[in-house]
């Protein structure tokens, strides 16, 4: 069994992964925070006391990291005797914390795909660009690595997988769609990261169809899915990280990401883009000086975790199957809802937050039992999805099914 975890970020994914670890410290041991400023990790933990949500005596610590610097980062990791590391740090850290770990034998689990600052949108599979280059050295050395194990990507690759597992013979087509139907009452604001979530729609969309990968635009594709609870949502075809993992995980079948957008949304969206304010690459000043656009369109919009007192309603997440079972064509729908105001009320972020935040820590509890302590690298679909989903069920993200024989909850 591996104990004590090392949390990097002190964002609104980063409070709920504190405040899930700190209600399981029984499996997980002692929990570290670390982020570039201490005092971000210190509130945390101070919303940690304040709900009480620590299940028994323990360490519970905050500490200042450049997570860029790996020397620091395995300094960090041998002086806390962390065992797990959860990276829910930006992107662009991903490859740096996963060396660190490599190199002291730390477990480690991230919740999206690594970025480089200067690129977008990279060549498929774009897993194959950085994290699946170290899939070797992991597996020689015995390290457990799981990528990628948020809500998407991370519980859809569960759901894909389970449906592949329990409910057909053949997969044909995975269609994984992702609806916020909240509200922030803000004029205009991200999510997560405005950087990261900018970035994710101002490049090429890649899905897998037809065995090969297909491009098409921002805005494209759209469509409009009738889902449980949220009810008709449009939707349109995205380009995202757990298509990449699948396309190769999924025995061929089609594999597209579609997520809801408002008609405000894509028209601001559209101006900042049009003129130039979405780029990743520096511009010169007047003055001779350098920004990138950007950075200073995340700069003056809402912090993502200030979002959450306000927000209302209820996301819907999951994966559309269809395939054939006992030679017979049928559609599922495996899917989870979540409620912003009951996520703010339990961890104090929002809904988004939360359903990014609590997969990692049910997988590093899985990590920690050594289900799901594996000795290499994989992706989440690479795993057996019940025992995840179980922790899930009884973590806040209950996972339910709608097919020919109505809806239902699924136990595990």
């Not at 973590?395 to 024989?405: A, F, K």
């Amino acid at each position: 069994m591996k104990k004590n975890v090392l949390i990097i970020g002190a964002g609104g994914v980063a409070q709920v992964v504190a405040h899930k670890c700190a209600r399981n410290n029984d499996v997980l041991g002692d929990i570290h925070i670390a982020s570039r400023t201490r005092a971000k990790c210190n509130a945390i933990i101070a919303s940690i006391h304040d709900k009480q949500a620590m299940k028994q005596p323990g360490v519970l610590k905050a500490h200042a990291l450049d997570a860029f610097d790996i020397e620091a980062t395995k300094a960090l990791i041998e002086k806390t005797g962390a065992e797990i590391v959860i990276n829910v740090g930006t992107s662009f850290l991903n490859m740096s914390v996963m060396r660190a770990c490599i190199d002291t034998g730390t477990a480690y689990i991230d919740t999206a795909i690594h970025e480089e600052p200067g690129k977008i949108c990279e060549t498929p599979p774009w897993y194959g660009n950085y994290e699946w280059q170290r899939a070797e050295e992991c597996a020689e050395k015995g390290v457990t690595v799981i990528l990628g194990a948020g809500f998407d990507p991370g519980v859809v690759n569960a759901y894909a997988k389970l449906a592949k597992d329990d409910y057909f013979d053949t997969v044909t087509d995975v269609d994984i769609v992702d609806i916020n139907a909240g509200s922030h009452g803000k004029y205009f604001a991200t999510n997560f990261d405005p950087e990261i979530n900018f970035r994710e729609f101002t490049g090429v969309v890649y899905s897998w169809q037809d065995g090969q990968w297909q491009t098409n635009k921002m805005f494209e594709i759209g469509k409009t899915y009738d889902l449980p609870v949220v009810g008709p949502s449009k939707a349109y075809l995205c380009g995202h990280d757990e298509v990449h993992s699948l396309a190769k995980n999924m025995d061929g079948a089609d594999v597209r990401f579609w997520m809801g957008f408002g008609d405000h949304y894509i028209n601001v969206f559209t101006v900042l883009k049009s003129i130039g304010l979405l780029s990743e690459q520096p511009v010169r000043l007047a003055d001779g000086s350098e920004v990138v656009p950007l950075k200073v369109v995340k700069a003056c919009l809402p912090d993502p975790a200030s979002l959450a007192p306000g927000y209302t309603g209820k996301t819907c997440i999951g994966d559309f199957v269809k395939g054939l079972k006992d030679g017979v064509e049928r559609e599922v729908f495996i899917y989870n809802v979540a409620d912003h105001k009951d996520a703010y009320n339990e961890v104090g972020s929002q809904g988004i937050s939360y359903t990014a935040g609590v997969p990692p820590v049910a997988a590093a509890m899985l990590v920690a039992t050594g289900e799901w302590d594996v000795g290499r690298m994989a992706n989440v679909e690479e795993l057996d999805p019940k025992p995840f989903l179980n922790i899930l069920n009884h973590n806040g993200l209950p996972t339910r099914i709608r097919d020919e024989n109505g809806d239902r909850a699924l136990e595990f």
